[in-house]
């Protein structure tokens, strides 16, 4: 028999539609957990190349510290697990002290890292089960080390006095960090499709507002910079108090070292005392109202902290949030066509913009040996926050409706765009998609099946199954209701342009 030859088979409830329904045999449906070759060595990326990255660089590190100051190299394994869990905020005990205020300089790259990582490996159209094999790729590299470093440090624990809190805040932490990464890299490729995951339909104010909070963020934090590096060159005189502990070159490097990768926290800082928060040290404060003494540890990064008594122009700082808080409802007002929806999109700016300070600010805190617990006090961060935000929005807003002109339809852009810019991206992204739908465009174009004409005649029965007559013309039997089996033979054409017979 011919290899063109089919057997066509109608049954009682076929389609006569004229159409192909190709059905795939049962049990060969792929299921979520299988992977194609190319789809698992990107995962397979996503879970390594970051995680690895990251640990050469604190092995690297770490020989460096440990040769320079004449250490003993037994103690590097025990060292470069603690510098790890330390890179990811988890707290460490060394003898008796707690070290909990952790510099977030190596935890904001590692980070970006695996953020950029997963941002190149999403799909053009993933699908839910393709965003959760990415995140799940996205946890795996991380938490697997980190259960080696708590394996380590529990093993070295005998030998240095060093501890760590636990490993439950130690795969919190990394769990939440990555989480976060993993959801930036998805959305600054696939906004519209984890918007898509999320089960009820989000309002365009929120997106409005949403955007504006990203924008009130940086912007306050680009003033608590700015504040920042003035009250270091007005305090610039105590640089020589700040490295009087240091005895050689060597400290004086460590130290500047370590206020560069401390100066998140410290800008920080800056941002609660801008907005009337109080920062504290221990049983100490400084804030604009008031600076009560206590005990400040000696180091570079701390010369921007001002001292005692409050100025009465101190006060004057509070327009700063203030005005950025106006800004943002500026835009909002002059870009946002629903107006009934304008005061949530403020609201949404508002709350969003408090919850990431709020969330920056347990991340620059924690405890500090004999100092105590160094950090912005929560509490007034919030409530202060959120009404200058909130109330500076409304003010802008209103002003924007009744003395601005309505910005440009140009003007409104998608935030989310600018993460697809080849600045961002460069010619390493994953492209096993295109791979894909190149061969399916080849086999398309290359093998057309010749189309073949059939006389036939489609009787429709509404009422009862479609029924499929078979005879041979001129017959005047009565066509069996049993299933027929058809076989359809189809001769060779041949080389030459002629017209087979039927």
Do not use: K
């Not at 997963?118 to 993933?126: D, F, I, K, T, Y």
């Amino acid at each position: 028999m011919s290899s063109r030859n089919a057997l066509v088979r109608r049954t009682s409830g076929s389609r006569g539609t004229g159409e192909t329904v190709s059905a795939s045999p049962p049990g060969h449906e792929p299921g979520w957990w299988s992977l194609s070759p190319e789809r698992a060595r990107t995962l397979l990326l996503v879970a390594a190349r970051p995680t690895i990255t990251a640990l050469a660089a604190t092995v690297l590190l770490v020989l460096v510290v440990m040769l320079t100051t004449g250490t003993d190299l037994t103690s590097a394994p025990a060292a470069v697990a603690a510098t790890w869990l330390a890179a990811h905020q988890v707290p460490l005990t060394v003898g008796r002290t707690t070290l909990g205020l952790l510099p977030l300089v190596p935890t904001a790259v590692l980070v970006w890292l695996a953020a950029r990582e997963c941002a190149r490996a999403v799909p053009n159209r993933p699908t839910p089960v393709e965003l959760g094999w990415l995140t799940g790729a996205v946890l795996a590299g991380p938490l697997l080390m980190t259960a080696v470093c708590l394996a380590v440090t529990g093993d070295a624990a005998g030998v240095t006095p060093l501890e760590s809190s636990g490993p439950i805040a130690a795969f919190g932490w990394v769990f939440v960090l990555y989480l976060f990464a993993a959801a930036a890299g998805i959305a600054g490729r696939a906004w519209s499709s984890l918007c898509a995951l999320v089960p009820i339909e989000i309002p365009e104010w929120a997106v409005l507002g949403a955007r504006a909070a990203r924008r009130t963020v940086l912007r306050m934090l680009g003033c608590a910079a700015l504040a920042t590096v003035i009250s270091f060159f007005v305090h610039l005189s105590r640089l020589d108090g700040a490295f009087q502990q240091a005895h050689n070159v060597t400290d004086v490097l460590g130290m500047t070292l370590l206020s560069l990768l401390y100066l998140p926290n410290v800008v920080i800082g800056a941002a609660g005392i801008l907005s009337g928060a109080a920062v504290l040290f221990g049983a100490g404060s400084v804030g604009l109202f008031g600076v009560t003494g206590g005990h400040m540890p000696v180091l570079p990064a701390l010369i921007p902290v001002p001292e005692g008594p409050a100025s009465p122009w101190w006060a004057a700082l509070l327009l700063v949030p203030l005005a950025v808080g106006v800004l943002g409802g500026i835009e909002l007002g002059r870009t946002s066509d629903d107006r009934p929806g304008a005061p949530w999109a403020t609201l949404t700016c508002a709350a969003l913009s408090t919850l990431t300070f709020l969330m920056l600010a347990i991340l620059g805190s924690g405890q500090l040996g004999a100092v105590g617990w160094v950090g912005v006090d929560l509490l007034m961060l919030v409530v202060l926050m959120v009404t200058w935000f909130g109330f500076g929005g409304f003010v802008g807003m209103v002003f924007a409706r009744r003395f601005l002109a309505p910005a440009a339809p140009t003007e409104v852009y998608d935030e989310y765009d600018d993460y697809e810019d080849d600045d961002y991206y460069d010619d390493d992204e994953y492209d096993y998609e295109d791979d894909e739908d190149t061969d399916d465009d080849e086999d398309a174009v290359e093998y057309d099946d010749p189309a073949v004409e059939v006389d036939g005649e489609l009787v429709e029965d509404f009422d009862d199954d479609v029924e499929v007559s078979i005879a041979a013309p001129g017959s005047t039997d009565e066509p069996a209701d049993d299933i027929v089996d058809v076989e359809v033979v189809e001769s060779d054409l041949p080389d030459e342009d002629e017209t087979p017979g039927r």
